[in-house]
């Protein structure tokens, strides 16, 4: 099972949409750009693990997930994972925030609702004024052009897919706002996905209102699963 450790923590991971980001991160993004780090007992059972991941997120940062349901494994893991006067982001259960806090300083961390969509709840929106294309791994693109060349009015896609699930991110310039644009690119991006079947997840920052709105106006769910994002840095 060490020779394996993405089969060794697979156990601490679901396949409910709360578990999804740190799924994709931990056990399919590129093992090239993934360092697993794991603590086990003495049969090799994993305690916890913390994967930090090179991502096109941000070149800087590398994205960190974790998981464990023991508290020292857990801290050890971090330590270890973790360099000193280094920040990275990092995706967490809110319930893991004191194991967080034990081990690192946390910047700007938000608590975001975890959505999802079923087929059978979609409510798409046509607008003409759609364009979509392709990214160079085939994820589609959503965006309304603006008047303004400099600038998108708004724009959609995933942030990361993974064999079962996409993340949707949505921007809408603020002098387009209220408009229904942001509804537009998202059930467009939405399309496509649900024609993958996988389903897409949505964040949505707890006072975000709009964006949850937005969300739930195309047929999407509240999961009631949270997750806690920010930049971190070890203590």
Request: proline content about 6%; charged content about 20%; aromatic content about 6%.
């Amino acid at each position: 099972m060490a020779d394996n450790p993405r089969a060794q923590i697979a156990p601490l991971l679901t396949s409910q949409p709360s578990d999804a980001l740190a799924s994709y991160f931990a056990l399919e993004h590129d093992p090239r750009r993934t360092k697993l780090t794991v603590r086990a007992d003495a049969h090799g059972r994993a305690l916890a693990f913390v994967a930090v991941c090179q991502t096109g997120i941000d070149l800087f940062r590398p994205m960190v997930v974790m998981r464990g349901d023991d508290t020292v494994a857990l801290h050890d893991a971090l330590r270890a994972a973790l360099s000193p006067g280094r920040q990275y982001l990092y995706s967490a259960p809110i319930t893991l925030r004191p194991d967080l806090e034990a081990v690192a300083h946390l910047f700007g961390d938000s608590p975001n609702k975890i959505l999802t969509l079923a087929s059978a709840n979609f409510k798409p929106v046509v607008n003409i004024l759609v364009q979509t294309s392709r990214t160079p791994d085939g994820l589609l693109r959503a965006v309304i052009r603006s008047r303004n060349a400099a600038e998108n009015a708004a724009d959609a896609g995933v942030t990361w897919q993974s064999s079962r699930y996409c993340e949707v991110f949505v921007r809408v310039a603020e002098s387009a706002r209220n408009r229904g644009l942001g509804k537009s690119v998202v059930s467009a991006v939405s399309v496509d996905i649900l024609a993958q079947h996988r389903t897409p997840v949505y964040m949505a920052g707890i006072d975000n209102v709009p964006s949850q709105r937005l969300a739930l106006r195309l047929g999407y769910q509240d999961t009631g699963s949270w997750e806690l994002s920010g930049a971190m840095s070890l203590r």
